[in-house]
């Protein structure tokens, strides 16, 4: 099989196209394509098949443990720089069908040969009802977010955001005692006023880079605790992403092209 390898600010997926459909992906085969020492490593692995009448493509997202996943703000941006390159669609734009409902991916002008900068209409953040069952300690409040996929946002009292084991241990807990999982965010404001900082645990992943969707999550929850903006740069490791809330929320970040990869089929 044909891979491509795509990383969104270190949030990293290898992308099938599939366009005929005629190699569905198991999730062990995911599993094992995904692995970073045996495999070829990946948080993800992306299928590309047709879109049908209202779709240029469609999405279908398995995560590095094998499970599947609704949407990826960073996997869809991946996705649409495989597609570009090899010219499926010309774009600028880019329609996608996903688990979590159509988005559109759109090229910004700028960036490289390898890098380039694209705009995502996320459709809508859904804040719910806030969480206190996981306010303790350094945790002010936790909200739950719903960007087509579910999110539980912390704020964080500290000054330095939790490390990956304090991380993994909050992740963890949260995800597994939430039915059907849940990717995990915390957050405090800055560096500069009106900004977010965050990490994240990613449901079927763990600590990942980035995460696209977790960031307008993170978005959506500070904005009503007003620590920021409908506008505002969310910081993670891996690098800052714009989200503009409304409807649809507009993600705004950067994606690179890694390598291509020829594999076996299992």
Same mark, same amino acid.
């Given at each position: 099989m044909r891979l491509s390898k795509h990383h969104g600010l270190g949030n990293d997926f290898?992308?099938?196209?599939?366009?005929?459909?005629?190699?569905?992906?198991?999730?062990?085969?995911?599993?094992?394509?995904?692995?970073?020492r045996t495999g070829i490593g990946g948080d993800g692995l992306i299928r590309v098949t047709s879109g049908g009448p209202d779709a240029d493509v469609a999405m279908e997202l398995?995560?590095?443990?094998?499970?599947?996943a609704e949407m990826s703000g960073n996997g869809i941006r991946c996705l649409a720089q495989a597609v570009f390159q090899s010219q499926v669609v010309p774009g600028p734009a880019l329609r996608v069908a996903t688990a979590a409902g159509l988005?559109?991916?759109?090229?910004l002008s700028g960036g490289s040969a390898h890098t380039q900068r694209f705009?995502?209409?996320?459709? +809508?953040?859904? $804040? @719910?009802a806030d969480e206190p069952e996981w306010v303790d300690g350094p945790v002010l409040?936790?909200? +739950?977010?719903? $960007? @087509?996929?579910?999110?539980m946002v912390l704020h964080w009292a500290e000054a330095n955001l939790p490390d990956r084991e304090r991380l993994v241990e909050l992740g963890e807990r949260i995800d597994g005692l939430t039915p059907g999982g849940t990717n995990v965010e915390v957050v405090h404001a800055g560096p500069r006023d009106g900004e977010l900082s965050m990490v994240v645990y990613e449901r079927g992943v763990g600590p990942t880079q980035a995460c696209g969707t977790g960031a307008c999550a993170a978005a959506a929850a500070a904005e009503q605790w007003e620590l920021t903006a409908s506008s505002t740069t969310v910081h993670m490791p891996g690098g800052p992403v714009d989200v503009v809330l409304g409807d649809p929320v507009l993600l705004t970040g950067e994606t690179t092209s890694i390598a291509v990869v020829?594999?076996?089929?299992?």
């Amino acid at each position: 099989m044909r891979l491509s390898k795509h990383h969104g600010l270190g949030n990293d997926f290898l992308v099938l196209l599939d366009l005929a459909g005629a190699h569905p992906i198991a999730p062990a085969t995911a599993r094992a394509l995904c692995d970073r020492r045996t495999g070829i490593g990946g948080d993800g692995l992306i299928r590309v098949t047709s879109g049908g009448p209202d779709a240029d493509v469609a999405m279908e997202l398995l995560n590095a443990d094998g499970s599947t996943a609704e949407m990826s703000g960073n996997g869809i941006r991946c996705l649409a720089q495989a597609v570009f390159q090899s010219q499926v669609v010309p774009g600028p734009a880019l329609r996608v069908a996903t688990a979590a409902g159509l988005r559109t991916v759109t090229t910004l002008s700028g960036g490289s040969a390898h890098t380039q900068r694209f705009t995502v209409e996320m459709g +809508q953040a859904k $804040v @719910g009802a806030d969480e206190p069952e996981w306010v303790d300690g350094p945790v002010l409040r936790a909200t +739950q977010v719903d $960007v @087509g996929n579910p999110h539980m946002v912390l704020h964080w009292a500290e000054a330095n955001l939790p490390d990956r084991e304090r991380l993994v241990e909050l992740g963890e807990r949260i995800d597994g005692l939430t039915p059907g999982g849940t990717n995990v965010e915390v957050v405090h404001a800055g560096p500069r006023d009106g900004e977010l900082s965050m990490v994240v645990y990613e449901r079927g992943v763990g600590p990942t880079q980035a995460c696209g969707t977790g960031a307008c999550a993170a978005a959506a929850a500070a904005e009503q605790w007003e620590l920021t903006a409908s506008s505002t740069t969310v910081h993670m490791p891996g690098g800052p992403v714009d989200v503009v809330l409304g409807d649809p929320v507009l993600l705004t970040g950067e994606t690179t092209s890694i390598a291509v990869v020829y594999a076996p089929w299992p």
